[in-house]
């Protein structure tokens, strides 16, 4: 059985970082794309970044050059290394692992972890 | 980049009636479209995918239609825990987006 288990969130100041994981168990973390996703309050869903299976990193213009995607397939763990962070950037942040083959078909998702941007 | 529109935003039915959502693509995706339900407190799970194809046990009351630019999302029969917030999402084109989701109300 696959699991997700996110983690790292937290109330950070404008301007501030901040480091989210997601610990993967149940499949080979390589094998797949791996995504971080996230959710505003009361909005809808955007994908933030997608890590390959062949490792390259991807992102959405809203956080290019800010953000940084990377995992460790020895740990079987993702990471998202959240720098200059702005208001709009407080949101729910979940993991989610890509279907076989396909880099945005999100089979599986962690609970969420929550990052705040305030001051 | 592509914009995805789900109609309506809310629907309110009752149990044991049928639920038609709508999604709708600024460009063709082909088939490319995945639909998610989204509980309350929980994260989203994938229902749909190649947008009509059931994920892994995903009841047979949930089932897709569309291609190109119009998509809909069928719920036969709704069961108690049925409510709640369904996403499409398209992957046809790079970045993949989400529409704004549509919640399924008693």
């Known amino acids: 059985e696959v699991q997700l288990v996110d983690s790292g969130g937290g109330l950070v100041q404008p301007g501030g970082s901040l480091r989210l994981s997601c610990a993967g168990a149940?499949?080979?973390?390589?094998?797949?794309?791996m995504s971080w996703v996230r959710q505003a309050p009361g909005k809808g869903l955007e994908r933030v970044s997608t890590?390959?299976?062949?490792?390259?990193?991807l992102y959405a213009d809203s956080v290019k050059g800010r953000f940084t995607i990377s995992r460790d397939t020895s740990t079987n763990t993702l990471y998202l290394q959240m720098d200059s962070l702005r208001a709009e950037d407080t949101a729910l942040y979940y993991c989610?692992?890509?279907?076989?083959?396909?880099?945005?078909?999100?089979?599986?998702w962690g609970q969420g972890t929550l990052v705040t941007v305030s001051s | 980049e592509i914009v995805m529109t789900q109609s309506p935003a809310t629907l309110s039915v009752s149990p044991g009636e049928r639920a038609t959502l709508s999604c709708r693509a600024s460009?063709?995706?082909?088939?490319?479209l995945a639909w998610y339900q989204q509980k309350p407190g929980q994260a989203p799970r994938l229902l749909i995918y190649?947008?009509?194809t059931r994920a892994t046990g995903v009841p047979a009351r949930f089932s897709g239609s569309g291609s190109g630019v119009d998509f809909t999302l069928s719920i036969s029969s709704l069961q108690p825990e049925d409510f709640a917030v369904y996403h499409c999402?398209?992957?046809?084109?790079?970045?993949?987006?989400f529409g704004q989701g549509t919640k399924v109300e008693i």
């Open positions: 989610a692992k890509a279907a076989t083959g396909t880099y945005s078909i999100f089979e599986d």
């Open positions: 149940g499949f080979t973390f390589s094998d797949y794309a």
């Open positions: 890590i390959t299976d062949t490792g390259r990193a």
């Open positions: 460009q063709s995706l082909s088939t490319n």
């Open positions: 190649g947008a009509s």
């Open positions: 999402q398209q992957y046809s084109n790079w970045p993949p987006a």
